[in-house]
C-alpha cells in the first residue's frame, strides 16, 4: 500500500506509521527549508532505497537523520544540454580511440557533475555515443543519471560572432542511421541546423524514433524558421545564441523560437551568453514553463582562469567572468554551470526560487517524459536532490537516494590530467 503523506493527520502520526509500519525509513533529511513541488517546509525528508517516501515536520524524531540545518533542499538539477566539467567529458578523447579511456572519462565526468548538483544528464557528444551508451547500461552509481543523450551537430550551421561561418559537413543517412544505432536507442535529442541540404529527410528519420529536433546553429529568417517547425524541429538550442537575432522587418529565428508555442527553449543563464535583460525579456514574451535552464558547460568549466591548449579549437580562453572564448573572442561554450544560473535569476531578477526550480529540474522532466519518477520533491519520485548554501554552492548531492558528493570529504578539483590524455 502506498500512503499520501500529505494527508495523514500530523507530522508526528506522519513520521510513526513510517518508521514503525510498512515501509521501513532507511534515512531521514533534515533541512528548515525544503522545496517540496508544491511548496516549502521545514522538516524531514523521509528516503526509502532511493525514493522519497515521506515527510515529517518539525517536532518528529525519525531515525538515521542527516541534518542540513537552514541549507536549502532542492530538486537535483536536469541539464540537458552539457558538454563537460571540470576536466572530464572531453570529446577529443574520441580521437584517441581508446574506449576504455573514454568511458572512464566519461564515469568521472557523470560524478564531477554533482559537484554542481546535477543529478539527471543529457551528455551532449556525437563522437563517443557509442561509450556514452555503454556507460549508461552499467546504471553508474556514483554520479548523476544519464537520461538520454544530445547530440548538437555534427550538422550545424555555425553563424553569428563577427560573421564567420564554418564549412558544415553534408549530410548522409548512413551516418544518420549510424548516430541512431550507436545510441543503443538512448538519442533523446539531435540538434541540427533546417536550412542544410537533407535535414528534413534526417529530421524525419530521428522524430520516427522519438528523438526530439532542435534548432541549432542556424542562419534561418523567420519563414525559414516556421517551416522548420511545422517540419518537426521542436527544441530551441541555447536560445539566442548563434541564431538570426530579432530585427524589425524580420524577427529571424529567434524571433519564432520565443513565439512559436509549439517550441520548449533551451537558456544559458550566466548571464553573459545572454544579458540578464534580455532573459527577462524573454521571460516576459513567452511563458518561463517553456524555458529548461542548461549550462552547455564544457570540459573547462571549473578550471582557473588562463588560456589553454585544448584540442578540438585551440587555444581557449577562460576569463574570471567566465567566458570561454577562441582567441578572435568567440564564445565557445560556457563555464558556469546551472546552479549559477539559478542563483542568477533569483537575485539579479527577482524570480522566486520555487519559479526557478522547475526551469533547472521539472520542465526538463516534463518535456522529456519522466517528470514521475523524477524533476521535483515529491513521495514516490526518486530521491534526486541537491543541498545548497545562500551562495548557490552544492553542500551535497543525492542520486536515487545515494548521497554522492558530500563537501564535507570530498573537494571538487579540476582534473589538470585532461591535457596529458588528450591526443597529440
Known sequence: MEADLDYLPDPWHRHSWICYGNPVIMKALHSSRIYFEDGVRAGFLLIENDKIAGYCGEGSNPDNIEDYGDLRIIPGI??????GTYGYGNSDLAKTGDTDLIKDDLRHYLHALTYEGVTNIFPTETDTLKQ??????????????????????PYLNRVG????????????????????????????LFAMSPEIPGSYEAAQFLISKGVTIAFAHSNAKSAEAREAVDHGWRVSTHTANVMQGIHHRD???LGVMLMDDRIQNEVICDGLHVCMDFIDMMFRIKDPSRF?????SVALAGIAPGRYEIGWVTPLNVSKEGFVRDDDGRLL???????????????????????????????????YGCAD???????????????????YQAQATYVHGRKVFDRKTETPVFNMHMFDELPK
Do not use: C
Request: negative net charge.
Open 373 to 391: 519518477t523524477t524533476g521535483s520533491i515529491a513521495i514516490g519520485k526518486y530521491a534526486d536532490l541537491a543541498v545548497i548554501s545562500d551562495d
Open 132 to 153: 556514452v551508451a555503454e556507460v549508461a547500461e552499467e546504471g553508474y552509481p556514483d554520479g548523476a543519471f544519464i537520461q538520454g543523450i544530445h547530440s548538437e551537430g
Open 333 to 367: 561554450g560556457s563555464s558556469k554551470s546551472v546552479l549559477f544560473g539559478i542563483g542568477n535569476l533569483v537575485n539579479q531578477l527577482h524570480l522566486p526560487l520555487e519559479q526557478v526550480l522547475r526551469l533547472s529540474s521539472l520542465n526538463a522532466a516534463q518535456y
Open 292 to 296: 529548461m535552464m542548461i549550462s552547455d
Open 78 to 83: 536536469f541539464d540537458t544540454h552539457n558538454h
Open 251 to 253: 524577427i529571424g529565428g
Open 161 to 188: 560572432e563577427g560573421g564567420r561561418p564554418e564549412p558544415h559537413p553534408d549530410i548522409r543517412m548512413e551516418d544518420v542511421y549510424r548516430y541512431w544505432d550507436d545510441s543503443k536507442g538512448r538519442l533523446k
